[in-house]
């Protein structure tokens, strides 16, 4: 039972760390503000997860790939399945130059009018 309870501590305290760590998913309204002004979505899963339906009018460039087509003078909005993985590229491209918001997981997205 201890063992149960200090295993659930830690976890908490690893999520805790990696949602600080990470760039966190922007409002929808703030995101909405951003595509009607231009911004590129992108859908930063798998080409096979992308080939089973996105959000429209997304690009998809999957986590780990160059940010190949990107204009660093145009807003982008990635996402993902869950917003883990949008959040990291987040990370990652603000630091190569590019406006980048995390608008989070695609459910995030529903609402959007795209």
């Known amino acids: 039972m201890e063992s149960l309870v200090i295993g659930a501590l830690v976890g908490l305290v690893i999520v805790f760390i990696v949602r600080k760590l990470f760039v966190k998913a922007a409002p929808a309204a703030d995101v909405q503000a951003l595509i009607d002004a231009g911004a590129v979505l992108v859908d930063v899963r798998s080409p096979s997860e992308f080939a089973g339906g996105s959000?429209?009018?997304a690009k998809n460039v999957p986590m780990g790939s160059p940010p190949k087509g990107l204009?660093?003078?145009?807003p982008v909005v990635v996402f993902c399945a869950s917003g883990m993985r949008s959040a990291k590229v987040a990370q990652d491209w603000s630091k190569q130059g590019f406006q980048v918001t995390?608008?989070?997981?695609?459910s995030a997205g529903s609402g959007l009018k795209l």
Not at 102 to 106: A, D, H, Q, T, V
């Open 71 to 74: 204009d660093k003078s145009v």
């Open 55 to 57: 959000l429209k009018g």
């Open 102 to 106: 995390n608008l989070g997981g695609m």
